[in-house]
């Protein structure tokens, strides 16, 4: 089993700034690929950014380009999510997912992934 838990969320200004965290600990882990979700009150969960553990290849949904950088320390298996010029409309909860089977589409939907995160609440007011 793997287990996935998510720190850093809070409430910042707008344009502030946040890094959350994922550690991942279990004698499974051996993941493909590593992501981060939000789901905002009323919506849906939709992806973020997402990146593949050795290589390191990246994915960012449009909303977030150029605000956030997710990144992973491998040493520490954990993955990060930057975010910078934060938005009253990033305020949601944030997952971490993981897989860590080989799969090469359908990484930004939610069934893709075997492991969740509690996720952690990121609130941004204006």
């Known amino acids: 089993q793997v287990q996935l838990v998510e720190s850093g969320g809070g409430l910042v200004q707008a344009g502030g700034s946040l890094r959350l965290s994922c550690a991942a600990s279990g004698r499974t882990f051996s993941p493909y690929r590593l992501a981060w979700f939000r789901q905002a009150p009323g919506k849906g969960r939709e992806i973020v950014a997402a990146?593949?553990?050795?290589?390191?290849?990246?994915y960012y949904t449009d909303s977030v380009e150029r605000r956030f950088t997710i990144s992973r320390d491998n040493a520490k298996n954990t993955i990060y999510l930057q975010m910078n010029s934060l938005k009253p409309e990033d305020t949601a909860v944030y997952y971490c997912a993981a897989r860590n089977r080989l799969g090469l589409s359908d990484y930004v939907t939610e069934s893709y992934y075997d492991y969740w995160g509690q996720g952690t609440q990121v609130t941004v007011s204006s």
């Open positions: 990146i593949t553990w050795n290589a390191g290849n990246t």
